[in-house]
């Protein structure tokens, strides 16, 4: 598998339904499912004549509902179910978790997708990883996230710990710690939306435009 780049650095409506993207594994060491609890269930999209520009989603039972215009293309539809379901997913995670709860999540991936053998010994999260995502120390068998990370979807959260995990299996990069990260089928989202992170972060900030 390549270098990961996050490494170095009204009327009637009509209804369509997605499944959230997969994809397979990659890094998440640096800053630059289909199972009901990891994943965020099925999405049904609404479209509607009388909605002009306006998207908007709510959780319904194990559901979300995107609302969207009627004339919205199909690209444009698949575009925002993606934005839709970040943006639920980073409000629900506002429930911070703690470090007990973090460490629960983490013996929980262990056994969904390593079959039990990753055992950190602590998972906690730290203030002074600011090129990190996370870290992990097979001999300790610790593993640190980022703050970074807080109030960020779950998926994505779930992608670094379960990175982290594996490293307490495979300490390097090669061939076999990726094989063991194939499992998770939020991976290729979750990478993109840390790109994303980085991407905004450096982009030029421009100064505010003044008002006469």
């Known amino acids: 598998m390549p270098a990961d780049p996050l490494h170095r650095a009204g009327s009637p409506q009509r209804s369509t339904k ?10 998440a060491d640096r800053a630059g499912p289909d199972q009901a609890d990891l994943d965020q269930g099925p999405v049904e999209v609404r479209r509607s004549a009388r909605r002009r520009r306006t998207v908007s989603a709510y ?3 194990d559901r979300t509902i995107v609302l969207i215009p009627a004339r919205m293309s199909e690209a444009e539809e698949r ?7 970040d943006k639920l997913a980073a409000q629900e995670s506002k429930r911070l978790l703690g470090d007990a709860e973090l460490a629960e999540r983490a013996e929980l991936l262990s056994g969904q997708y390593f079959e039990g ?5 602590s998972v906690r999260w730290v203030t002074n990883q600011n090129t990190r995502w996370g870290s992990c120390t097979p001999a300790e068998g610790s593993i640190r996230l980022s703050h970074r990370l807080q109030g960020m979807p ?3 959260v779930d992608y670094v710990l379960l990175h982290e995990l594996a490293h ?9 710690f990726w094989r063991l990260l194939e499992a998770y089928p939020r991976t290729e989202r979750a990478r993109g939306y840390l790109e994303g992170v980085v991407a905004a972060e ?5 100064p505010a435009a003044r008002t006469e």
């Open 18 to 27: 997605h499944q959230p993207p997969r994809g397979p594994a990659a890094s």
């Open 59 to 61: 959780r319904e039972g």
């Open 202 to 206: 450096r982009l030029p900030h421009l």
């Open 154 to 156: 779950e998926y994505v």
């Open 168 to 176: 307490l299996l495979v300490p390097g990069h090669g061939p076999r």
């Open 79 to 85: 575009r925002w179910v993606g934005v839709m379901l």
């Open 117 to 121: 053998r990753a055992r950190p010994t």
